[in-house]
């Protein structure tokens, strides 16, 4: 064998950048590869908020038993996390990823052809452990493709799938349902999501596992005051942006009373709005992980204070809508920097446990809004929204100093 093929083949079992102390070198093309499949996991998740009207008016239900398709992908990603991570731990992390990218496929597939609310629960809860498992696993796997210092930078670029979802997926989701209807649009996704396999195909290296957690180490995480405030600020923040933003198009047909063109332009500036939102994330949480939270916790609860007292008005009820895109858009990049810097030692299991608690977070949030939406109407939950996401962003400002700080 040529001493070429030696080196390939050494490459594929344990990538040329990995050595015992982490990469030298960033495995950049393996990182892009996680970006879309994170694009095509957050289109699939968002889908039902753009098309919440078409679904419960097609399969004869309420906009808020519409909107527990949400929780159910939510409460199930909530235990596939750790039961990913600590079942699967003596497993290729590639491996592991292809699979739960595979059930993406399946999940999307089957909502397309749902008969009925049943059908199309059971499709989300494939989701639910297609999400939990991969947002599992995504930061560690950052971690072993690039340098612990570029590791924000890293996380941007996986975010970027983030924002670019939130472009594509709402109004693209609101127009095409609009269009072709609800289930072709999800026919398109579970396009998508073959894509993103087959680029993982490509471009992922084999990872062997590094770390078998076990129940003991989620308690040995939760001792740790960084991830406890992290834990705590994402209950608050994340549970505010599902509540209102699960039911932002019921809002924006009865507030401001958008048609459906209005409502896809609406959510396209709010797409347009995470992906800058990223960037400034990425940004700011290269420097401090904790002002990138707080600060973006913080504008979202002013843009919803601003549609909940002027979102009347169709100007305020876009340009709030925007603001509220870039402010979440900033925040899953900083709450994974935060995360993954507060525990770099039990990296799997630390994102298990964001994982986890962000499901939750967004279960409590669809909950809470369903509940409120049903009641008081949409703005019962965007108030909500604006005073969870207030509190999140208090707790992380005035109680996070000293942490989320990335090594130099």
Known sequence: MSEKSCIDDELLVSPAYETESGPTIAAWNAVL?????VFALVTAEFLPASLLTPIAGD?????GVAGQAVTATALVAAVAGPAVVIGTGKIDRRLVVWGLMALL???????????????LLTARVLLGIALGGVWSLVAALALRLVPTRLLPRAMMIIFT???????????LGAYLGDLLGWRATFMAASGISIVALLTQFITMPRLPPADVPGLGTFVLLLRRRGIRIGLITVMFVISAHFAGFTYIRPFLEQVPHLDVKAISLALLAFGIGGFLGNLAGGFIAERSARMAVALAAILLSAMAFSLLFYGAFTNVAFVATAAWGFAFGAIPVGFQTWNTLSAPDHAETAGALLVTTFQIAISLGAVTGGLLVDSLGSPGAIGYSALAALAGGLIMLLFGRGHGQPAG
């Open 161 to 171: 799938g983030v924002s670019a979802a939130t472009v594509c997926a709402p109004a």
């Open 33 to 37: 590869s996680l970006s879309i499949s």
């Open 59 to 63: 399969l004869a239900i309420s906009d």
């Open 105 to 119: 496929v399946l999940s999307n597939l089957l909502a397309g052809f749902a008969p009925n609310i049943w059908v």
